[in-house]
């Protein structure tokens, strides 16, 4: 199920449990994992290619992840570009791989915080570390409003 909006999302989380970030590309895909309290997030797999369904189903399933976020790539006015729409479109397709919540949220600046922390050594798992340590900075602000 994806959550367009971010507050629905977070209400379908448990109060705790690992989160997958994603940062979907047409050649690589980075993702993150947190621990189980949220407080630390760690860069995993790069996977080559587009489609990676079940090696994430694979991530899911082993790290018992309770939530994904993924990095929606926007154009600097906030509009959406043709990777904005592919990237909508691979949630769509994730959300039928998995039966958790996901939730899609704004990574213009993810790839530009990642290089300052990696340069470009393992960028896409790095995006994807920033990716997912933003939205658990914004559920613990959801959670305490």
């Known amino acids: 199920m994806i959550f367009v909006s971010f507050k629905d999302f977070v209400a379908a989380l448990p109060p705790t449990g690992r989160l997958l ?8 895909t980075g993702t993150a994992v947190s621990d189980e309290s949220r407080e630390f997030v760690f860069p995993r797999e790069i996977l080559a290619g587009a489609e990676h369904f079940t090696p994430l189903q694979e991530i899911v399933r082993s790290e018992k992840i309770v939530g994904i976020i ?7 006015d906030g509009t959406d570009s043709d990777t904005t729409r592919s990237v909508r479109g691979f949630a769509e ?3 039928a791989a998995v ?3 996901i939730t899609l949220v704004d990574e213009r600046l993810s790839s530009a ?4 922390i990696v340069g470009n050594r393992k960028l896409d798992a790095a995006a ?5 340590e933003d939205a ?3 559920i ?6």
């Open 93 to 95: 397709k994730l959300a």
């Open 113 to 116: 915080a990642a290089s300052e």
């Open 99 to 101: 039966d958790i919540p």
């Open 70 to 76: 993924i990095g929606l790539p926007m154009h600097a």
């Open 21 to 28: 970030g994603i940062d979907w590309g047409v050649r690589r």
């Open 128 to 132: 994807a570390a920033v990716i997912l």
């Open 140 to 145: 613990q602000r959801t959670q305490y409003v």
């Open 136 to 138: 658990i900075s914004a």
